[in-house]
């Protein structure tokens, strides 16, 4: 097996493949894409190559020779490929649906509002300082958040969808992250705080976080 993972500690994508990989028991070698240096790593032509959005992640399967990107299809891919694993979707179709349903909240309503260049662009085309950005960004997580918190109160357990881990709490603790870079008060939110301190128990969870990259800079 030959995985490689291009990312960045600090994205939240990435570290939902980290997570998922580890779940999943499958070893990978991580490549790094510095985001913000020199305009950006994702921005450089060979990066580009592999990966025409310019986004992390991507992962590259030399088994399969194929390249992949979007967190959410790579996981699921992962998941198909390797079903004696961690299984991170429930097998009843309409459980499923609901925690791809929780997992979207997140990862499409809530986390591309506020990525590097959108929030790039407020500062170039709109102007905004960096107080207005940061604003903006908890802003839309508060949104998100309190949708996904009403969405607990029904359905979830220790995690966030009953009692067995899935990809909707591969999305929610990276989502976490990057509401205390915002200063998002968690108290308003507290199942979503208590979900995310059960993931963090697990050993998956933490030798996936940001600070435990190779890339991680203080
Ligand atoms: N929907 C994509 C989102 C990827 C994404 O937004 N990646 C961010 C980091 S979390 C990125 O590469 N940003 C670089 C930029 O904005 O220039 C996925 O899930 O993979």
Redesign the pocket.
């Known amino acids: 097996m030959a995985l490689k993972l291009y990312g960045?500690w600090r994205?939240?994508?990435?570290y939902r493949v980290r997570i998922a990989l580890n779940l999943k028991g499958l070893a990978y070698d991580y490549i790094p894409v510095h985001?913000v240096k020199d305009g950006?790593e994702?921005n450089k032509e060979d990066y580009i190559r592999l990966n025409p959005s310019?986004?992390?992640?991507t992962l590259v399967d030399d088994d399969e020779d194929i390249i992949l990107?979007?967190?959410?299809s790579i996981i699921e891919y992962l998941d198909e490929k390797y079903p004696d694993s961690t299984s991170l979707l429930p097998s009843h179709p309409l459980e499923r649906a609901r925690v791809r349903a929780l997992a979207m909240d997140l990862?499409c309503d809530v986390?591309?509002i506020a990525?590097?260049?959108v929030l790039n662009a407020l500062k170039s085309q709109f102007d905004a300082s960096q107080e207005q950005v940061v604003a903006w960004a908890a802003d839309w997580t508060k949104r998100g958040f309190a949708t996904i918190e009403k969405r607990l109160q029904t359905q979830a357990g220790k995690y966030c969808f009953g009692f067995d881990i899935t990809v909707a709490d591969v999305c929610l603790v990276p989502q976490i992250y990057n509401a205390k870079r915002f200063n998002v008060d968690l108290a308003e939110f507290p199942l979503i705080k208590k979900i995310g301190e059960n993931c963090e128990e697990m050993e998956a969870f933490q030798r996936a976080r940001p600070e435990n990259q190779p890339d991680a800079q203080q």
């Open positions: 960045y994205s939240s994508a990435t985001l950006g994702q310019q986004l992390v992640p990107s979007q967190s959410m990862a986390q591309p990525n590097l260049r």
